[in-house]
């Protein structure tokens, strides 16, 4: 395993990057850190894993989301926070930040593998018996997954903004099986041009307009939008977002995944954006493990309204103590 003190991520840093982070060769941008504390890569099942670490106390474990520019920055007010009073561990996803983005096939087994991983690394780094974690998105749905596979792992499950909610009809397809398309990822990858439409989709303003989209709102997080601008050109960047947009990561199977959790589950979302149907939270609604949280936000809601977010997660996490 690999440690590396990082400084924040706007500044300089005097120490060289570990084996395999990204580098300037090629006419790549150097990929900064996108938190602060220590950065650590481990290896796993699902490849060479990186993840950022601050604080000290109870474990909490963070996963962002999946888009085309995905990486631990998404969580970066959470991980500040919360590392005020606990160990925060932050996640890279296989094929995103400093993770291994090596070009293999990117599915909710792997990812889900690399959500098993990172919480064994948390349990054996702070001696817990479980672990709180907290998916941002698509990140929901392999967390859920693992906390379905090894439920003695997580001592309860938060998600922000959850995929798989938003559809007409139940997701209740064969176990593992995914929304792909078939011949989609082929298409998308195309002989010379899969590249060249990954540059397309992550060009500094496409960025931007997706960040608005997410928030529902002209105003963003500049800083993340900083970073994506960057992560978007390390190599191999491109490989997990294409299976991302053939639907090879959405799991076809994941309002039974959802309704199978037995743990206390937390549920916060915004009203504003792109992310804002949830048809299918009656699934879940009425169970006595899930709570609920909602927000006049974006689908980052603790991007815009912290105090609010974390306050509700707190007394949340507060409850299990007393529960």
Not at 54 to 66: D, E, N, Q, V
Not at 75 to 104: M, N
Not at 125 to 140: F, I, K, P, T
Not at 304 to 321: I, M, Q, V
Request: aromatic share 10%; net charge positive.
């Amino acid at each position: 395993m690999i440690h590396e003190k990082l400084s924040a991520p706007d500044k300089p840093r005097g120490e060289p990057r570990p084996a395999g982070a990204a580098t300037a060769s090629d006419g790549m941008p150097t990929l900064p850190p996108a938190l602060s504390g220590d950065r650590v890569e481990f290896d796993s099942v699902a490849g060479r894993l990186s993840a950022y670490v601050a604080g000290r106390g109870p474990a909490l474990l963070l996963i962002h989301s999946i888009n085309a520019v995905g990486s631990a920055a998404e969580v970066r007010p959470l991980y500040e926070h919360f590392s005020a009073s606990r160990t925060v561990v932050a996640l890279d996803l296989p094929g995103f930040g400093f993770s291994d983005r090596s070009d293999r096939p990117y599915t909710p087994r792997l990812m889900t593998d690399a959500v098993l991983a990172a919480a064994r690394f948390v349990r054996s780094e702070v001696g817990s018996e479980s672990v709180d974690a907290l998916a941002v998105s698509l990140g929901a749905e392999f967390l859920a997954r693992a906390g379905v596979e090894s439920p003695a792992t997580f001592r309860s499950l938060a998600f922000v903004s959850p995929t798989g909610l938003n559809h007409r009809k139940p997701l209740r397809g064969r176990a593992g099986s995914t929304l792909a398309k078939p011949g989609a990822h082929a298409l998308l990858r195309g002989p010379g041009w899969g590249a060249g439409l990954y540059r397309l989709l992550t060009r500094p303003r496409v960025i931007r307009y997706f960040l608005e989209r997410t928030w529902g709102a002209k105003h963003i997080d500049e800083a993340l939008w900083r970073y994506d601008t960057l992560t978007a050109r390390q190599p191999g960047a491109r490989h997990a977002p294409l299976y991302f947009l053939s639907g090879g990561l959405f799991s076809g199977d994941i309002d039974t995944v959802y309704e199978t959790l037995r743990a206390p589950v937390w549920l916060s979302r915004g009203v504003r954006g792109d992310f804002t149907d949830y048809r299918q939270v009656a699934l879940v609604k009425s169970r006595t493990n899930w709570s609920f949280s909602v927000l006049p936000t974006g689908a980052l809601p603790y991007f815009e309204l912290p105090a609010a977010f974390c306050g509700d997660y707190e007394r949340f996490l507060s409850d299990l103590k007393l529960g």
